[in-house]
């Protein structure tokens, strides 16, 4: 027995440097600056704040964890200074984000990982945020894109998609930096500016115009993590986020010009000084009905099989006139107006997209003005019961957002319309917008817009708003189905897309200058001043 006590306490003995080697190589695997700064913006989360702290701990073991309390009345600050946490204190609520900003300023890592304090996240996840920016990405993101069912998307989704495609990052979908968790590099950081931290959509418009490695990392449903919030919450949040992405667009005009780097569609605005000047044939037509307040335009550019038919359905609403605006066709267009004995104006090359409505607009006599495509005929039935409907508004819109009843009909155009809307305090109107025909304009909105503006739909819409233009949409006409253009939207790199998203970004810069860099919905949560 003694011998082999003997023999233990000699084997105790030779282990004791190797166990003493093994706690020296653990300390110093902890010792030296943090690689990760874990930043947890927190106002009463006394209930969850440790074991997200604890939580962020286990990633990676040379971590910090930055806790900015604002406005707490609870023990937030207590528990996480108790649980290891660097607490910066702040004694009144800093709003959405800015949290974030004043962590950034004080961190130290290499990599910057943004939580929120009010859930829990596996530390498997988030591990895989941390090795994402160590292996390479710049930015790694979250890869939920928000809330999408059958029937719609989150407005704040549709936002953040949008973002992304017109930066030219569709393939990023929803992923935000709105959302967490998500990760930055300290390059990131120098690059964006801390300050820039504050506005989420901003930050990720100016890191991928950068060129910053933005990635998609790992779902993280956030949605269901959140804490439930009251109604007037959610819209507070809903505007304010929607409001972040229209000034995010900001970032992108002002690095890539006012239409975001997209084509104009050929858009021949030079000749709107001198319409005239630049005709190649005329046929003027038989007036239906001179005493009628109604002009009907429509463009056509290479329709023969369809303009006959369309201009029959037109004459059949007795209106004072009607205007073809043909130009650049090589297949009879021309003809086939004039066999329908309509006004027909020719020119011997393409307009561009939305041009021959100006030009309409321009050449045009009555006190009213319907404007429609020669590419599909609408019954005058139809058309009918919207010119009823219309009454005496200024601008009468076509209401299809009845119509985009799927999630799958909500392309990035109609997102557009729809965050432009919102951006005017119209969200009323949906996804309805001058961009889709049928509609009606008066005389009086023609002369308030001017015809350059009328030229680029979405900007005429924004200015007939803001001048405070009497704005409607009085019925629905089914315009998605049998248009033979709108197949094509949803393709990468579409012409048609790029064009009419290029006329938003036109439309959100007009507006800029004149209501904010936000248009009506201001910033009434962040504390900025606290940057």
């Not at 269901?224 to 007037?232: E, I, L, P, T, V």
């Not at 023969?304 to 605006?325: D, G, Y």
Request: hydrophobic content about 40%; aromatic content about 4%; charged content about 25%.
């Amino acid at each position: 027995m003694k011998r082999g006590s003997k023999k233990q306490q000699g084997k105790q003995k030779q282990s004791l440097p190797i166990q003493k080697q093994k706690k020296k190589k653990s300390g110093s695997r902890k010792s030296g600056s943090p690689l990760l700064s874990v930043i947890i913006p927190a106002m009463n989360e006394a209930q969850t704040i440790r074991s997200v702290i604890r939580g962020a701990k286990k990633i990676t073991p040379r971590t910090e964890v930055i806790v900015v309390c604002n406005g707490s009345r609870d023990q937030t600050a207590a528990i996480a200074q108790k649980n290891g946490a660097k607490v910066i204190k702040r004694t009144a609520p800093l709003g959405h984000d800015v949290g974030r900003v004043i962590g950034a300023r004080h961190a130290q890592g290499k990599v910057l990982l943004f939580l929120d304090a009010d859930y829990n996240v596996p530390v498997k996840k988030l591990r895989r945020f941390y090795r994402a920016v160590l292996n390479g990405a710049d930015v790694a993101l979250n890869r939920y894109s928000g809330y999408r069912s059958k029937t719609t998307i989150h407005s704040t989704s549709q936002a953040k998609r949008l973002l992304n495609t017109m930066v030219g990052n569709r393939q990023l979908v929803g992923s935000s930096m709105t959302t967490t968790p998500h990760a930055i590099s300290r390059r990131a950081l120098t690059v964006l500016g801390a300050a820039t931290l504050a506005v989420p959509p901003a930050a990720l418009a100016k890191a991928l115009l950068n060129g910053l490695v933005v990635k998609r990392t790992v779902m993280v449903n956030v949605r269901k993590r959140n804490k439930k919030r009251s109604r007037s919450q959610l819209e507070k949040i809903t505007r304010l986020i929607n409001g972040d992405h229209i000034e995010a667009f900001s970032v992108l005009t002002s690095a890539r010009g006012s239409r975001g780097g997209f084509n104009s569609g050929g858009r021949r605005l030079d000749i709107l000084a001198d319409v005239r000047a630049h005709i190649a044939r005329e046929h003027k037509g038989r007036a239906p009905n001179p005493a009628s307040p109604l002009s009907v335009v429509i463009s056509a550019c290479n329709e023969a099989k369809t303009i006959r038919k369309v201009v029959q359905e037109v004459r059949a609403l007795v209106p004072k006139e009607i205007v073809v605006i043909e130009n650049g066709s090589s297949d009879g267009t021309y003809e086939a107006a004039v066999s329908e004995d309509a006004t027909v104006v020719s020119f011997p090359f393409a307009l561009g997209h939305d041009t021959g409505r100006a030009v309409g607009a321009l050449l045009s006599s009555g006190d009213q003005v319907l404007f429609l495509d020669a590419d599909f005929v609408i019954p005058s039935s139809t058309l009918s019961r919207f010119l009823q409907k219309a009454g005496t508004a200024d601008v009468c819109l076509n209401h299809i957002t009845p119509l985009i009843n799927r999630s799958s009909r909500i392309d990035h155009i109609s997102m557009a319309k729809k965050l432009l809307n919102y951006g005017l305090g119209r969200d009323d109107l949906g996804y309805d917008s001058l961009t889709a025909i049928p509609h009606l304009l008066t005389r009086k909105a023609i002369m308030a817009i001017g015809p350059h503006t009328l030229a680029v739909p979405p900007k005429a819409l924004a200015s007939a708003i803001y001048q405070g233009l009497s704005v409607t949409s009085p019925g629905t006409v089914d315009v998605i189905s049998p248009n033979p253009r709108r197949a094509g939207y949803k393709k990468n790199n579409n012409t048609m897309e790029a064009v009419i998203l290029g006329d938003h970004l036109e439309a959100f810069g007009f507006l800029q200058p004149l209501l904010g860099v936000r248009l009506r919905l201001p910033d009434t949560i962040r504390r900025r001043n606290k940057l």
